[in-house]
């Protein structure tokens, strides 16, 4: 069974960065488009980012230019870079496939932008 392991959430200013990670555990790691979900207090789960096994990436219009998808297969882990951090963007995060080929979830890692 696939683990997602999440980490480096955590309380932030407005206007300040994160760096997030997920570590998979399956070996198609490096051969998988890999996205970055969040999901916001009483809000849907959405896609954030996404990054294709040739590192081709693609964001919603909301954090274009603030945001960096990456990856490392050798380590296999996906990367967040989150900057200019805004209140809007408090969520939990989530990193997986795309929809319809979801491994099981992992506990995600909140991020809250606050002052």
């Known amino acids: 069974q696939v683990q997602l392991v999440e980490s480096g959430g955590g309380l932030v200013q407005p206007g300040g960065s994160l760096r997030l990670s997920c570590v998979v555990s399956s070996a198609l790691f490096s051969i998988e488009t890999m996205y970055w979900y969040r999901q916001a207090p009483g809000k849907q789960r959405e896609w954030v980012a996404s990054?294709?096994?040739?590192?081709?990436?693609i964001y919603i219009n909301s954090v274009k230019g603030r945001f960096t998808i990456s990856r490392d297969n050798a380590k296999k882990t996906l990367y967040l870079q989150m900057n200019r951090l805004k209140p809007e963007d408090t969520a939990v995060y989530y990193c997986?496939?795309?929809?319809?080929?979801?491994?099981?979830w992992g506990q995600g890692t909140q991020v809250t932008v606050s002052s």
């Open positions: 997986n496939r795309a929809s319809g080929s979801w491994w099981n």
């Open positions: 990054i294709t096994l040739n590192e081709n990436s």
